[in-house]
């Protein structure tokens, strides 16, 4: 394989097989065996037995193979099938009833079998993990330094005192800063198991401030066993260091999870804001609205069932109209000759609140609809080893700042915006002026409703699209608004961010559930003392 | 004796029907009520139970009814409203007559109609797993009772898995509440650390996920092995895998056990980030046998639908209907109090392969397995108890309950027999 001893690559991979022979968990690379051992390690995977399965992932992995790799991988993704007719073991993958499948020895295709006739390779989360560490193990020679990191860091937990010297040679040879500093860590865990007392104190120093959750617990470890009084005292200075860390980063995180579900609560309530605040309207519906966003979404995602981002893109402009038509609808056929009964409103809306969710269960089945989330959408930002920001909250929360500013440039810098505003502050006055009331109210209930619609677009990346969505926020929104101050915009925002927050610095402390009695019975109590909310309405109007 | 009582109310049953035509035979029908929410937040689960039962009569009928009868399925919504729970299954029982019940989901609904069922002596039939602590006369609790699915997932955990740290998650209602009591005291009695156990309870619909997830990270990372016992319910679950996916908790790191998680529930969820994660129930749609096979094909075929799936509640409905057919078959008669003497012993074949049996406390014998979460949406079976569990409605680990057993049997017939005591107190 490695036929020029100059190839730097090559004397990598040597020097790792090298050093792997080493470790206790590999066993030794032996350059005849390997094929034999592959070989029997693929035969051994026929059998259903899962203890026969562990052991041959252990004989592939060991075997040194070049194509043990890929057979790991296969394993793990589920790609790997039994041919019932012959006994033996293919890559497979699924098209429609039929499964075209490769061989693992020479790689080449070997047609399709239909799907009854080849068995997926089922693995459990023991062989799962096992095949987790056994790629790790492979992966400390990949060229691309990410990679390596992620391996040094999986084998952090399973590193043992035979494991340090081998690693000291990795480390010589590692280019890379953060590679090289995760190597380092690996060799100072060990350390800290070190007879020698010098060693023990400087591998604590060089673990200083290590927030990687294997230090913290070898750390604790140590604290327990340790006899020397300098050593103790060390690791006790190092362990509050990385604990008060924890503790800063614990705070950052929950500041972002609050903003995060504060976002939610202004997406949720911002078109409310606007039906509420201008027209006075009580929109029992408005949570209804949402979930016809949600569904806009869903029903996107179905006609374009291959680009799950650009649907999503597609679905804001439609759910904006879904939802935004829908409330005009509404607003001319029910709400308009209720003006001034807000009662009546109230119970108006409520009934098509019920109606819209009955349809709905009509059209779609009552079971809850599946809404795909695209790649860049799941998984997190990893910023430290404790601390990691989920992507799908981060992309809702600068879509509802970027909604919030849409709305508020529409608000203040669109002559709409202007006849909006001036209905909001003083009907009567503005009507005098030239501005038809009666349009503004029906454009007004249609940009809220609007506005919903695109919430729901972003509500159902992060719950459940069924009929029942909207009955979840209705009552969260309300308490936005009313918190915010009515008609207020920066309330809106300033109110849902603030209860977002106020909330998750709760929950810990209060548990899920009292916490949300605990903002309620807050809000109650606020709006005892200003009834007008955080920002009351400026204007002749507001009373 | 029973065998000629058969023939000659058959004969009669044809011959009316030869004589008077269909109408005489309408009205001379065996109702069954079917209790199931069909809208509100319950119909995601109970609508399907419905059409299983309108399925499972609708079967029976072609086989020839039961008695020489013609079944007839009386379907009312109670709407996910526990109160309307029980005035449903008075209009049931007192206005439409119906000879037995099969319904209700939750525990709270239960609780709301079973003092209907009691002064009304009428039958219900309950197919979905629940917390125990509960035997009544006239209920037979066809899912499973804790210890055939909680104790033995968490023995699998323990001894197979080796976990050593326990988060218990749950929905905060009467089912989560009772089982994690049980949990909790059952992980003491194996000598589990007080600090080793979190508790987390969230309110029904709850969505946001990221706080409760992030504080099961950091309970997981204390270098023992970790896993959670989900008791969460419903559609909950649904952004709970997708935040826990999001965060990078995969099985291997930290396992999830659910009891409330099947396959009509992973129907509606991108099951990718969720490989891996268990399940513990009494039935699989994956089980390998042959009646499964044929209770599948007949089910999509009755649904008309080929992407339909089956789960653990439905086969308890199927388990549960049977035995009340035979035992009518064997009373020769559907009056209630006969058949509840009836159906004790009466044994019907289960769908994964075996026999399911009625014991004296309304509880029936099952096996238990657990399942791993696939990507097809499927459980792939890892784990499963050699034989039957006979379901124990007074769980071992409370205090207060350890003492009770239930056995309707006469010269017992007592729902909570306190065998230190000797005393039978209320429920008989």
């Known amino acids: 394989m490695c036929l020029s001893p100059k190839s730097t690559r090559c004397y990598r991979i040597l020097l790792i097989l090298t050093l792997l022979s080493f470790l206790p968990f590999a066993a030794l690379c032996h350059a005849e065996g390997s094929e034999v051992q592959f070989q029997e390690g693929i035969n051994l995977l026929t059998q259903k037995d899962f203890t026969k399965k562990e052991a041959a992932i252990e004989k592939i992995a060991e075997s040194g193979d070049k194509r043990a790799e890929a057979v790991l991988r296969a394993l793990l993704e589920g790609t790997l099938f039994r041919v019932k007719k012959d006994n033996s073991i293919v890559y497979g993958s699924k098209e429609g009833s039929k499964i075209t499948i490769t061989s693992i020895l020479t790689g080449e295709e070997l047609g399709s079998v239909k799907k009854r006739k080849a068995k997926k390779i089922t ?118 260091t990385i604990e008060s860390k924890i503790a800063f980063f614990g705070l950052v995180e929950k500041g972002f999870f609050g903003l995060s579900l504060g976002s939610v609560l202004v997406l949720a309530a911002i078109g409310l804001a606007i039906t509420f605040g201008v027209i006075g309207v009580i929109n029992m519906a408005h949570g209804e609205l949402i979930m016809l966003g949600a569904y806009t979404t869903y029903v996107i995602q179905q006609l374009l069932p291959d680009s799950i981002g650009l649907a999503l893109f597609l679905s804001i402009p439609a759910a904006f109209l879904v939802s935004g038509l829908a409330g ?103 009507k005098a002026m030239g501005v038809r009331a009666a349009r503004v109210d029906a454009l007004t209930f249609g940009l809220g409703s609007g506005i919903a619609g695109i919430a729901g677009v972003a509500l159902s990346q992060l719950t459940n699209v069924g009929p029942n969505l909207g009955q979840a926020y209705i009552i969260d929104s309300f308490m936005v608004v009313v918190f915010g101050g009515v008609g207020n915009l920066w309330g809106t925002l300033l109110g849902g961010l603030s209860l977002g927050v106020a909330n998750k610095f709760l929950e810990p402390w209060a548990g899920a559930v009292l916490a949300k009695i605990l903002i309620l019975v807050f809000i109650i109590l606020f709006i005892q003392k200003r009834p007008q909310g955080l920002f009351p309405q400026k204007g002749r109007a507001a009373g | 004796m029973k065998s000629k009582l058969l023939s000659l109310s058959l004969g009669c049953a044809l011959m009316s029907g030869s004589l008077f035509g269909g109408q005489a035979l309408a009205e001379d029908t065996i109702k069954v009520g079917v209790l199931h929410s069909l809208s509100g937040t319950m119909a995601i689960s109970e609508t399907t139970l419905k059409d299983t039962m309108l399925m499972l009569i609708d079967e029976q009928n072609k086989k020839g009814g039961l008695l020489g009868k013609k079944l007839e399925a009386v379907v009312v919504d109670p709407a996910s409203n526990w109160p309307l729970f029980a005035e449903k299954a008075r209009e049931l029982i007192e206005k439409d007559k119906v000879s037995s019940v099969f319904g209700c989901w939750t525990s709270v609904s239960r609780k709301s109609v079973l003092p209907v069922f009691e002064e009304l002596n009428s ?3 309950y197919p979905v797993q629940y917390e125990g602590e509960e035997s009544s006369r006239n209920v ?117 056990v659910a009891f409330s998680v099947g396959e009509e529930e992973l129907s509606g969820v991108d099951t990718e980030p969720l490989v891996g994660h268990l399940a513990a129930w009494n039935y699989f749609m994956s089980v390998d046998a042959a009646v499964n096979d044929d209770f599948i094909e007949s089910w999509q075929k009755f649904i008309k639908n080929e992407n339909r799936v089956t789960n653990d509640p439905m086969e308890a409905h199927y388990i549960g209907f049977n035995m009340w057919v035979k035992a009518v078959e064997k009373a020769g008669t559907t009056d209630p109090t006969a058949v509840q003497d009836a159906i004790i012993g009466v044994t019907v074949p289960n769908l994964t392969g075996g026999y399911s049996a009625m014991m004296p406390n309304h509880h029936i014998t099952k096996p238990v397995l657990i399942g791993e979460i696939q990507n097809d949406g499927q459980f792939e079976v890892v784990w499963k108890t050699s034989g039957m569990v006979v379901g124990d409605a007074w769980s071992d680990y409370l205090e207060g309950s350890k003492d009770l057993i239930s056995d309707w049997r006469t010269p017992l017939s007592c729902g909570n027999y306190n065998v230190k005591t000797g005393k039978c107190s209320g429920q008989q």
């Open chain 2, 123 to 125: 039958l219900l039939f």
């Open chain 2, 140 to 256: 037979f609790y066809t899912g499973a009772a804790p210890n055939q699915q909680a104790i033995p997932a968490v023995d699998y955990l323990m001894n197979d898995i080796g976990v050593k740290r326990w988060v218990l998650a749950g929905t905060d209602y009467v089912y989560p509440r009772t089982t994690n009591k049980i949990l909790e005291a059952y992980l003491k009695a194996k000598g589990v650390a007080t600090e080793d156990i979190m508790i987390n309870y969230t309110p029904f619909g709850h969505s946001d996920w990221q706080s409760i997830v992030s504080d099961i990270k950091k309970f997981g990372s204390a270098g023992k092995k970790t896993a959670v016992v989900s008791t969460i319910n419903g559609d909950a679950n649904v952004p709970f895998y997708k935040e826990l996916g999001n965060q990078g908790i995969t099985a291997d790191k930290i396992p999830v």
């Open chain 1, 123 to 240: 693995i459990n989360n023991a062989l799962r993990t096992q095949i987790k560490n056994e790629l790790a193990k492979i992966e400390l020679s990949n060229p691309d330094a990410k990679v390596r990191l992620d391996a040094v860091n999986k084998l952090m937990p399973t590193l043992t005192i035979e494991s340090s010297d081998l690693l000291a040679n990795l480390l010589k040879k590692e280019t890379n800063s953060e590679v090289s500093d995760a190597l380092k860590a690996s060799i100072a865990i060990i350390g800290l198991r070190s007879p020698e007392k010098e060693k023990r104190l400087l591998s604590l120093t060089e673990l200083k401030g290590n927030l990687n959750p294997a230090v913290r617990n070898e750390l604790n470890r140590l604290i327990n066993e340790e006899q020397d009084k300098a050593v103790l005292h060390k690791a006790k200075s190092a362990l509050s």
């Open chain 1, 328 to 430: 005009i609808v509404i607003e001319r056929s029910v709400i308009r000759f209720l003006y001034g009964r807000p009662l009546e409103t109230l119970l108006a809306t409520f009934g098509i609140s019920l109606i819209l969710q009955q349809a709905v269960r009509s059209i779609f089945s009552p079971l809850n609809r599946s809404v795909s989330t695209p790649a860049w959408m799941s998984g997190s930002l990893q910023l430290n080893p404790i601390l990691s920001l989920t992507t799908n909250r981060i992309t809702i929360l600068v879509f509802s700042l970027l909604v919030f500013a849409g709305l508020y440039m529409l608000l203040k810098k669109s002559s709409i915006g202007l006849q909006v505003r001036a209905v909001s502050q003083n009907r009567a006055m503005a």
